[in-house]
């Protein structure tokens, strides 16, 4: 296979070439730190957050038939969590859930616009 310098392996190099060259010890150390009081953050849904997520999925089900899947909904749950936490929150509130929402719908549509790599 000829590769070219627009190729996606050369970009992906590059990108990690640039960030490579802007970690250092004390960078690395806060990230670590960071990541480990995302995994140890406490994280809860609330009654009333847990009911609109059932109506949604609920909606998207009835939207998209045959399309959405509980994996769908564990995908959706998994990240909110990490959107929540990652900025600190023990619990999902509705902006950080409508978030969720769009980047799944984007991540979707991406997925089925994109050619595939043969």
């Keep these: 296979m ?3 310098e627009d190729s ?21 150390n806060r990230l670590r730190l960071y990541l480990t009081q995302c995994r140890e953050q406490e994280y809860s849904l609330t009654e009333e957050l847990q009911k609109e997520v059932q109506d949604d999925f ?4 009835q939207e998209n038939q045959g399309q959405v899947t509980v994996d769908d909904l564990h995908a959706h749950l ?3 969590r990490l959107v929540a936490v990652s900025k600190g929150k023990s619990s999902l509130d509705e902006g950080d859930w409508n978030h969720v929402k769009q980047l799944e719908r984007t991540r979707r549509s991406q ?3 994109a050619p595939r790599a043969e």
């Design 58 to 61: 609920v909606r998207m089900r």
């Design 2 to 4: 000829v590769k070219t």
């Design 8 to 28: 996606p392996s050369n970009m992906l190099e590059t990108c990690f070439r640039n960030i490579s060259s802007l970690l250092n010890q004390d960078l690395l």
């Design 78 to 80: 998994v990240l909110a």
């Design 111 to 113: 997925r089925t616009a």
